[in-house]
C-alpha cells in the first residue's frame, strides 16, 4: 500500500519588513530612489525655471514619485504587506511605470540644461540644471533595476 503524504505546501517567498527590508536586494534601492529623487526636485527648484513646461513635467515625476515610494517605504517597513504575492506584482508594476516617467523627465531636464547652456548671464543654473540631469539619470537607473530585480526574484 502506497503511503499517501501530505501534499506539498507552495513556498511563498517571505517579504522583509522592518530593518532586513534594507538587506535584501530590490528593496534595498527604495531608500537611494528616494534621495535622489529628492536631489532632483531640490535642484530643479533651485533654478531659474526657465523653461516651465519641461521642468514642471520634471518636478511632477520627482515630486510625486518621492512622496509615492516613502509611502510604499513605509509600508514595508510597518508590514502592512502580510506577506501577500500581490504586493510583489504591485510593487514591480508601480516601479516599471515610475522608470518610464522617469526616463522622460530625465530627458527633458537634459533638454533644460542644454538650453540654460546658452544664457550666459547666469553659469549657475546651467550647473544646476545639468546636476539635476544627472541625479534624474541616476534615478531612473534605480528605478529600471528595482523593477527588473523584483520581477526577476
Same mark, same amino acid.
Given at each position: 500500500?502506497?503511503?499517501?503524504?501530505?501534499?506539498?505546501?507552495?513556498?511563498?517567498?517571505?517579504?522583509?519588513?522592518?530593518?532586513?527590508?534594507?538587506?535584501?536586494?530590490?528593496?534595498?534601492?527604495?531608500?537611494?530612489?528616494?534621495?535622489?529623487?529628492?536631489?532632483?526636485?531640490?535642484?530643479?527648484?533651485?533654478?531659474?525655471?526657465?523653461?516651465?513646461?519641461?521642468?514642471?513635467?520634471?518636478?511632477?515625476?520627482?515630486?510625486?514619485?518621492?512622496?509615492?515610494?516613502?509611502?510604499?517605504?513605509?509600508?514595508?517597513?510597518?508590514?502592512?504587506?502580510?506577506?501577500?504575492?500581490?504586493?510583489?506584482?504591485?510593487?514591480?508594476?508601480?516601479?516599471?511605470?515610475?522608470?518610464?516617467?522617469?526616463? #522622460? =523627465?530625465?530627458?527633458?531636464? *537634459?533638454?533644460?540644461?542644454?538650453?540654460?547652456?546658452?544664457?550666459?548671464?547666469?553659469?549657475? $543654473? &546651467? !550647473?544646476?540644471? #545639468? =546636476?539635476?540631469?544627472?541625479? *534624474?539619470?541616476?534615478?531612473?537607473?534605480?528605478?529600471?533595476?528595482?523593477?527588473?530585480?523584483? $520581477? &526577476? !526574484?
Amino acid at each position: 500500500m502506497a503511503s499517501v503524504s501530505p501534499p506539498a505546501a507552495s513556498m511563498q517567498p517571505t517579504l522583509p519588513s522592518g530593518p532586513a527590508l534594507f538587506k535584501t536586494v530590490p528593496y534595498a534601492f527604495m531608500l537611494p530612489e528616494i534621495i535622489c529623487g529628492t536631489w532632483v526636485w531640490i535642484l530643479v527648484a533651485a533654478t531659474s525655471v526657465s523653461f516651465p513646461l519641461l521642468q514642471g513635467w520634471v518636478m511632477y515625476v520627482s515630486l510625486s514619485s518621492c512622496l509615492i515610494s516613502l509611502l510604499l517605504l513605509l509600508s514595508y517597513i510597518f508590514g502592512f504587506h502580510k506577506n501577500s504575492e500581490n504586493w510583489k506584482v504591485m510593487d514591480s508594476l508601480y516601479h516599471g511605470a515610475t522608470a518610464i516617467l522617469y526616463l #522622460s =523627465a530625465s530627458v527633458l531636464q *537634459a533638454n533644460a540644461a542644454i538650453r540654460s547652456e546658452s544664457e550666459r548671464d547666469s553659469p549657475i $543654473y &546651467y !550647473q544646476l540644471n #545639468s =546636476a539635476a540631469t544627472f541625479f *534624474a539619470f541616476i534615478t531612473t537607473f534605480l528605478y529600471i533595476l528595482h523593477a527588473f530585480s523584483n $520581477y &526577476y !526574484q
